[in-house]
């Protein structure tokens, strides 16, 4: 493996110090974790395509856009009541 060099702030050179040391880990492996779990847009319509696949045709269950966004929006804002969510 090759290592890179990416340019940031010293601001965000900081804060990612901070989040890394807060987690027992380094920059490096952060940011590593956050490259292999971010999904793109397109990866996130993709594996939404293959969820609604699937409970079509193992549970019989057609999922509309509608119902899709109206779930999407849902989570959302469960996950922004969290203790520690960004907001």
């Given at each position: 493996?090759?290592?890179?060099?990416?340019?940031?702030?010293?601001?965000?050179r900081d804060r990612l110090a901070v989040i890394a040391e807060s987690r027992g880990t380094s920059i490096r492996s952060l940011?590593?974790?956050f490259a292999e779990s971010t999904l793109?847009?397109?990866?996130r319509r993709e594996r939404a395509e293959r969820t609604r696949s699937y409970?079509?045709?193992?549970?019989g269950v057609e999922v509309s856009d509608e119902e899709s966004a109206a779930m999407g929006a849902r989570l959302h804002e469960a996950f922004a009541k969290q203790p520690?969510?960004?907001t």
């Open positions: 493996m090759s290592d890179a060099m990416i340019r940031v702030t010293s601001e965000v940011v590593q974790e793109t847009e397109e990866e409970l079509a045709d193992h549970f520690g969510a960004a």
